[in-house]
């Protein structure tokens, strides 16, 4: 299975505490991947290496066989669906749409997302007239709208109705029918295995294990992502020295 991003034993620390411990994983390309821990496990963390807001203290983040810091700016094949959205105060909803589809050429898409995301009755409306429903749908608009190898989504469905999220899975599958691919983090496990096809399962900042459904469910007796993450996580955390585990207690 060809990659198109990997984690080549990637540490991170934030005052002497370690958030990613030699993190090392790869995500397949033209696939919708699920990047599963809990609270804590380093998802967010490993999510702000990959678009470079943050670097490691060791290891090497590949992009297609390439130090993804040397990719010029102006290049940068990732877009990015944050969970908590950013946008310009100062701007409308239509005037976000017009200012990054003419960045990267998309005008051609904005009515069609206007039209499935229902924002319509919104497009003159400036973000803090909003719901954290449709600030998200702005964000994810905007992220669609730029030119991009790889989507990757921090809790993309917080705060919308069932409609909406039904929309939103359409267009990952689609970004995967016209051979993108897609990262897709949330704590919605059934929703991950609904629409994943791959899916990279993390705690305390490690890999637990990689691979499709079948993969990770062979020979055992675990059918779900939910349970498997579970029953890993457990065995993870029966692994802590008896030291560590009467400190935890106390």
């Avoid at 060809?2 to 080549?8: A, T, V, Y």
């Avoid at 998802?43 to 983040?61: A, E, F, Q």
């Avoid at 200012?99 to 904005?110: I, L």
């Avoid at 359409?170 to 897609?182: P, S």
Wanted: overall charge negative.
């Amino acid at each position: 299975m060809k990659s198109i991003l990997e984690f080549d034993n990637v540490s991170k620390s934030f005052d002497n505490y370690g958030v990613l411990n030699s993190l090392s994983f790869t995500i397949p390309e033209n696939k919708i991947v699920g990047l599963v821990g809990a609270n804590g496990a380093g998802k967010t963390t490993s999510i702000r290496h990959m678009i470079r807001y943050l670097t490691p203290d060791s290891g090497k983040i590949l992009y297609k066989g390439n130090d993804i810091y040397s990719i010029n700016d102006a290049d940068f094949p990732i877009s990015f669906i944050p969970d908590v959205p950013i946008y310009y105060e100062e701007l409308s909803v239509m005037e976000h749409l017009a200012f990054v589809s003419a960045m990267y050429n998309t005008q051609s898409k904005v009515k069609s997302l206007i039209d499935r995301l229902e924002m319509g009755k919104h497009l003159d409306k400036v973000p803090y007239q909003l719901s954290k429903g449709t600030r998200q749908k702005l964000s994810i608009m905007c992220a669609s709208l730029r030119q991009y190898e790889l989507l990757i989504a921090d809790e993309p469905f917080s705060g919308l109705d069932p409609q909406q999220i039904s929309n939103l899975k359409d267009i990952f599958k689609e970004n995967k029918d016209e051979g993108k691919t897609v990262l897709l983090s949330t704590h919605l496990l059934d929703m991950v295995q609904s629409l994943c096809d791959y899916y990279i399962l993390i705690d305390n900042g490690v890999l637990m294990a990689q691979g499709t459904l079948d993969e990770l469910t062979a020979n055992s007796r675990w059918s779900t992502i939910e349970e498997l993450y579970l029953y890993l996580r457990n065995k993870n955390n029966d692994q802590t020295s008896p030291d560590e585990s009467e400190n935890q207690e106390e």
